[in-house]
């Protein structure tokens, strides 16, 4: 079964408004979590890292500001898209390290999330 | 910095035959971990495969094997017997450095595998 989860799978949100999508680690606490954006038949690319318990770290060219990332428990982790724009529809996709010695050195991803802005 | 680099945009292979998905890599760390990823349409990322820098075995996990080659930097996936249900994209990716960055995973471009019945 999943160990990373996320939802929603799909949303379509209107121009500007802002849209959340959640990352939860099941049965298992990750410090860290990492959100990807893939665009269509393209690579993953990391956009953040996500740290519980403090501020986001963010990979270059990425808006911190419009990309808001939230990691409040060991289990979840946010990602807002604020005032979205038709460019920001992608895929977005979330990853977790297990814990040493129960998931091992694996790095799980969540289901992703389609977004579509219209 | 590390780089994965996947040669194949696509690969077209006929059902029960074995397939080679090809990836090399380039890092300085010592340390580092190597992963295979099959996403199909649906989009998620469906882990297959680990091998870690000091394993001196080649990882395999059912159909799936890894033939790593240190010296070469290469970390080639077998699927032995595909399957209609084994086309999809599959993607190679390395994770390493130190803390946090051992965490990070950079991904190669991706191969498009297509079995034909």
């Known amino acids: 079964g999943a160990v990373v989860s996320q939802h929603p799978s799909r949303v379509i949100c209107k121009s500007g408004t802002s849209v959340k999508i959640e990352c939860r680690s099941l049965?298992?606490?990750?410090?860290?979590m990492f959100w990807y954006r893939q665009f269509p038949k393209q690579s993953l690319m990391l956009m953040a890292t996500s740290n519980e318990g403090s501020k986001a770290t963010y990979e270059q060219g990425v808006e911190k500001d419009k990309f808001l990332i939230n990691h409040a428990s060991l289990t979840l982790s946010t990602l807002t898209v604020t005032s979205a724009h038709p460019e920001d529809s992608s895929f977005y996709i979330c990853?977790?390290?297990?814990?040493?010695?129960?998931?091992?050195?694996?790095?799980?991803f969540g289901e992703g999330s389609w977004l579509t802005v219209v | 910095a590390q780089k994965i680099t996947q040669t194949q945009p696509g690969m077209f292979v006929q059902e029960k035959e074995a397939v080679t998905l090809d990836c090399t890599y380039d890092?300085?760390?010592?340390?580092?971990?190597l992963f295979w990823y099959k996403q199909p349409s649906s989009g998620e990322m469906i882990f297959l495969i680990y091998?870690?820098?000091?394993?001196?075995q080649n990882a395999t996990e059912g159909r799936y094997s890894l033939n790593f080659q240190k010296a070469r930097k290469s970390a080639n996936l077998v699927i032995s017997a595909s399957q209609l249900g084994d086309s999809a994209m599959y993607f190679c990716?390395?994770?390493?450095?130190?803390?946090?960055?051992?965490?990070?995973?950079?991904f190669g471009q991706g191969t498009r595998l297509t079995i034909n019945p």
């Open positions: 990716a390395m994770r390493g450095g130190r803390i946090q960055g051992a965490q990070k995973l950079v």
């Open positions: 091998q870690g820098s000091y394993d001196e």
């Open positions: 990853s977790a390290r297990g814990a040493q010695g129960v998931f091992g050195n694996t790095i799980y």
């Open positions: 890092t300085s760390d010592q340390s580092y971990g």
């Open positions: 049965d298992f606490q990750a410090t860290t």
